[in-house]
């Protein structure tokens, strides 16, 4: 007899993953292009560096190795940078654009990420635990409308506080979805369905 298939969905609003964004705005890097920008995040500061092909380079690797690193692991040892706590490390060599003009920000980005975490916790505590039971329903209408069993995934879903309502993939195994459309049954339910089927 075969296994059970097993599904394993993982959500938050990471700190890292926030850094990352709010660094994004910062900085005015248009990468990744369709991703809104966040909300109570002044856009790029006047003090910034002027944004070059190898910045938005640097910021993407940085990027892609914060929402999946073990998807796309460092080919040079890591750094953590000045002020970041251990939140943010960069490759050694050849992020050093990046890293220059990360540091100035720290502090500010650092505080809008921990605020913003702090407020999604607030409202998952608050709403009695209804993650688990969202993504089981969205999987057992999947499996109802397949005539399937699903098939064993991984999903780590990011909630964000983006301007614009929706959710986007931003890794092969993660999405980001905004608080508002989280916290609205319904259309969480229809959103969250074509990911579950793309997975399962």
Do not use: C
Request: charged fraction near 25%; avoid cysteine.
């Amino acid at each position: 007899m075969g296994e059970k298939p097993q599904w394993l969905v993982r959500e938050d609003a990471g700190v890292p993953v926030l850094i990352a964004l709010a660094l994004r705005q910062t900085l005015g890097i248009r990468e990744p292009s369709d991703l809104p920008p966040l909300r109570d995040r002044d856009a790029r500061t006047p003090d910034a560096p002027e944004t070059t092909p190898e910045l938005e380079r640097q910021w993407r690797q940085y990027w892609d190795m914060t929402v999946e690193p073990r998807a796309h692991p460092a080919s040079v040892p890591l750094e953590l940078v000045d002020g970041f706590d251990t939140l943010v490390a960069l490759p050694a060599e050849g992020a050093d654009e990046l890293r220059a003009a990360i540091e100035p920000h720290a502090g500010s980005t650092l505080r809008y990420a921990r605020e913003a975490q702090a407020r999604y916790t607030r409202t998952v505590s608050g709403s009695g635990g209804n993650a688990y039971r969202a993504y089981a329903s969205a999987i057992a209408e999947f499996e109802r409308d397949a005539g399937r069993r699903a098939h064993s995934f991984e999903l780590n879903v990011h909630v964000l506080p983006f301007t614009q309502r929706g959710i986007w993939w931003i890794g092969s195994l993660s999405v980001a979805i905004t608080d508002g459309l989280r916290r609205d049954v319904v259309a969480f339910d229809t959103a969250i369905r074509p990911v579950i089927a793309d997975l399962a």
